[in-house]
């Protein structure tokens, strides 16, 4: 049961004063305790919190969401194909040109490696440097030592940031001993040239290309596109930092095909042909000459030299008249070498028979003109042969007069002139040849005609002329592109015109024969050659003025065109040169010329004397 504590007692002293001690407790808890909103707000301050986190983070998970979806769904084929873009690369690998090679594959252009050398003088430690390497590279280079010193040494001074251009064109070797140095400031560019190892040889034909290594004469220009080999570009991989992938690139990445582009030119007789001319135009100090001989049969040109020329290796150190062909550029009258094929279009109209004879005044009057002959002599009557032989303006005149005016222009027209012959190289020039109704009106039109003035044509077109009468009447493409020939042999040869007949065999070979008498016993016997029957015509015209009106005085062009063998005609060879000075004629200037490229001829196609050679 329950003690009472009696009052006033220790006991109850003591549980008094454990009272007072537990009252300020039980206060404090008391005076601590809040009420229930306020408890419920404050706690839900660490929940806001977490839904604001967690609201940051839906939005944007929604915004990251939606950025995805518009870069992989709404703009995805885009951004495809800007990656791949960044990705992949086309390259066209760099391909040279084709070679160019006269008929017995002898090189005549090819392009090679070489390097340019360029000098970054800042590079230098001090201009004690700058003097050492230049002395090196000037020995290399076969150089001045000098002028390289202070170019390099003034460039170190002036800090000259930009690279100086000291030498081009270096070969490897050079350019191998350049590395060797190991010096600083030296900069090597390799490069892309092409070369021609005959020079000046075959100049007038291959022509050259530019630094952009574009053609810009010759077969360099007409034959562009067969010379350019065809490259695809290949599609290919390269990782983050621009490097090629090496397993994406196609094994035939470096192939290249080896066709090369073949000409009909001999390189020995364009060799030997130029120095005949160069000597000739020495001796009889020319302006200008010129050399064609070409095959008769399909036209395909064996050599063809123009001087003055020029090194196609260093172009840039001729003027620009020097790259035109003139024996195709340029047109002249072809005077006395004319009146062969005059002679024949008047057989063909058989308003002459071959044994026809023809009185040969010293003049003969033409509509209130006269006409001389060349020379004076006292011949009374010639034959069709004697008019070639003495080279009668005269009697080609009496000739031409059988034939309706009308009808010799139609000749003219059939025979080519006042077009252009289509060879295969550039510039070719389009003869001249007045209009119909001024020739067939005026009687001295047709006279001049008769003996190859009053008309102009290029050299090349003579040649073709020339050649229909050896070739049994045809008229054939003259040209100098044999076709593209692969490393198998295998020959790609170009479509030709079909040729042309316009004489008949009989006038062709009447006239060949009429063309040997001339070599035999006229003004054409200069060009025989031992054993050998040749036929040929000289020509010494006078010289129009620029611009067609009249002649300038004591200029010529001397001119002798011949054919061999007259047996069996197959070649025909053209020389033509420019305002000879002294006894300047056809005979005494171009005549020479033909015999010494005939003999080279013979010699380099082995062509069979036609007769026992008399023994010296």
Do not use: C
Request: glycine share 8%.
């Amino acid at each position: 049961m329950p003690t009472s504590v009696p009052p006033g007692s220790s006991f109850d002293h003591k549980r008094r004063r454990v009272a007072t001690m537990d009252t300020p407790r039980q206060s404090i808890r008391q005076k601590r305790k809040k009420p229930l909103s306020q408890q419920l707000k404050r706690s839900s301050v660490p929940y806001f919190r977490l839904l604001l986190v967690w609201g940051v983070l839906l939005a944007g998970g929604l915004v990251l969401a939606g950025n995805l979806y518009h870069l992989q769904v709404v703009h995805s084929s885009t951004l495809l194909r800007r990656a791949q873009q960044q990705q992949t690369t086309y390259i066209r690998p760099f391909v040279p040109r084709r070679q160019v090679v006269d008929r017995n594959d002898n090189v005549l252009a090819i392009d090679r490696q070489v390097y340019t050398l360029y000098v970054h003088p800042r590079l230098f430690k001090n201009v004690l440097e700058a003097e050492s390497v230049a002395k090196k590279v000037a020995a290399m280079l076969d150089r001045p030592t000098s002028d390289l010193v202070t170019l390099l040494t003034d460039g170190y001074n002036n800090d000259r940031n930009r690279g100086i251009r000291v030498a081009s064109a270096l070969s490897e070797e050079v350019a191998d001993k350049l590395k060797k140095l190991k010096a600083n400031g030296l900069d090597l560019v390799q490069e892309s040239s092409r070369l021609y190892p005959q020079e000046k040889v075959a100049a007038d034909v291959v022509g050259y290309v530019d630094r952009d290594h574009r053609g810009q004469a010759g077969v360099e220009y007409s034959q562009q596109k067969l010379l350019e080999r065809s490259a695809e570009s290949y599609k290919l991989r390269k990782d983050g930092k621009g490097v090629l992938l090496s397993d994406r690139v196609p094994e035939n990445f470096v192939h290249r095909d080896e066709t090369k582009l073949q000409l009909t030119i001999d390189t020995r007789l364009q060799r030997t042909t130029r120095i005949a001319l160069r000597e000739q135009m020495q001796k009889f100090n020319a302006k200008r000459g010129g050399v064609i001989v070409m095959d008769a049969h399909d036209g395909s040109i064996l050599s063809l030299v123009a001087e003055p020329s020029y090194n196609p290796n260093e172009y840039f150190n001729f003027e620009p008249h020097a790259f035109r062909n003139w024996l195709l550029a340029d047109l002249y009258e072809p005077g006395s070498t004319f009146k062969p094929i005059n002679i024949a279009i008047a057989l063909e109209e058989k308003v002459i028979k071959p044994d026809d004879v023809f009185p040969d005044p010293d003049v003969i009057k033409v509509g209130g003109w006269s006409i001389r002959n060349a020379e004076k002599e006292d011949n009374l009557a010639l034959s069709i042969t004697g008019i070639l032989q003495h080279s009668s303006n005269v009697g080609m005149v009496q000739v031409m007069q059988r034939l309706k005016p009308d009808v010799y222009y139609n000749w003219l027209q059939k025979l080519g002139l006042g077009k252009t012959v289509g060879i295969d190289l550039p510039f070719e020039a389009r003869g001249q040849l007045k209009n119909q109704a001024k020739f067939v009106s005026s009687p001295i039109e047709p006279a001049t005609a008769s003996f190859g003035q009053g008309f102009s044509l290029t050299p090349i077109q003579l040649v073709q002329l020339h050649a229909a009468l050896a070739n049994g009447g045809k008229l054939v493409t003259p040209h100098v592109v044999r076709g593209l020939i692969d490393n198998q042999g295998r020959l790609q040869q170009p479509n030709l015109p079909q040729p042309k007949a316009i004489f008949s065999p009989q006038t062709a070979q009447t006239v060949v024969k009429m063309l040997e008498a001339v070599v035999l016993e006229g003004s054409g016997k200069a060009s025989q050659v031992p054993g050998y029957r040749i036929g040929g015509k000289t020509g010494t015209a006078q010289k129009a003025n620029i611009g067609g009106r009249g002649y300038q005085r004591g200029a010529v062009i001397t001119s002798f065109v011949g054919m061999l063998p007259i047996e069996s005609p197959r070649y025909v060879v053209l020389a033509v040169v420019d305002e000879p000075k002294g006894i300047a004629y056809g005979s005494t200037v171009a005549a020479p010329i033909v015999k010494s490229v005939m003999e080279s001829l013979i010699s380099i196609e082995r062509i069979p004397p036609s007769q026992p050679i008399p023994k010296e």
